[in-house]
């Protein structure tokens, strides 16, 4: 159907808070990848999803931030007790197969704005 | 590590050619191309896999050097909406997703 949808699409939170950010792949495609984008920069990658296997975390900034994908679909990106560095675009993307294989196109979401004041 | 985009940033006039560069230091399995507008997602313009192949749509169209590491967008005869910020993204293999570059702004104007 639709393409990746994310919310909220707007989150401002004050510093030491928790937020969780909503991620809702197309469907059908089994990866999913969290980035953030900070102002003016490139695309940083957080955490990627295979299915139901374990994500592969090697991109999470510090351990205030985590991931989960219920039954290989929706996915939640949890930063708790933000900073106000954590401040960013948060983009969602899917794909229809891993990066087993090779050029498979990312699909990105509209990505939340969370702003840590 | 992430790719190197260059130049920084490009003011064109309409009709005008561009051509943006992106080069890492790793062999790369595959880069993909993408564009993104202010205050929305990157748009997927093309990937180009190893083996030096063209891509092209319109008048845009992409290079890829495996053995240098490097692919080029080239935009033809720009138009007011190219404008944006493009991406390329490097696949190395690995389990990290794709590793972008810095992004490279184009001005294009009337």
């Known amino acids: 159907g639709a393409g990746v949808s994310q919310s909220p699409s707007n989150k401002v939170t004050e510093k030491g808070k928790d937020v969780e950010l909503r991620c809702d792949p197309i469907s059908g495609h089994t990866a999913l990848y969290w980035y953030r984008q900070s102002l003016g920069q490139g695309l940083e990658f957080l955490i990627y999803?295979?299915?139901?296997?374990?994500?592969?975390k090697s991109g999470l900034p510090s351990d205030r931030f985590s991931a989960e994908r219920t039954g290989g679909s929706v996915s939640t990106l949890t930063i708790q007790r933000t900073q106000q560095e954590d401040s960013a675009v948060y983009l969602c993307?899917?794909?229809?197969?891993?990066?087993?294989?090779?050029?498979?196109?990312?699909?990105f979401g509209p990505g939340t704005r969370l702003t840590v004041l | 590590q992430q790719p190197v985009q260059s130049p920084q940033a490009v003011i064109l006039r309409e009709g005008e050619d561009a051509v943006i560069n992106c080069s890492s230091s790793?062999?790369?399995?595959?880069v993909h191309w993408y564009r993104q507008k202010h205050g929305e997602a990157p748009v997927f313009l093309m990937i180009l896999l190893k083996g030096g192949e063209q891509k092209g749509h319109e008048k845009i169209s992409a290079s890829f050097n495996e053995k240098k590491q490097q692919s080029s967008l080239y935009l033809t005869a720009s138009q007011l909406s190219y404008s944006g910020t493009y991406f390329c993204?490097?696949?190395?293999?690995?389990?990290?997703?794709?590793?972008f570059g810095k992004g490279t702004h184009l001005i294009i104007q009337p």
């Open positions: 993307a899917s794909s229809s197969t891993g990066t087993s294989a090779v050029g498979v196109t990312q699909y």
């Open positions: 999803f295979q299915g139901n296997s374990a994500p592969d």
């Open positions: 993204g490097t696949e190395a293999g690995g389990a990290d997703g794709l590793t």
């Open positions: 790793k062999a790369l399995y595959s």
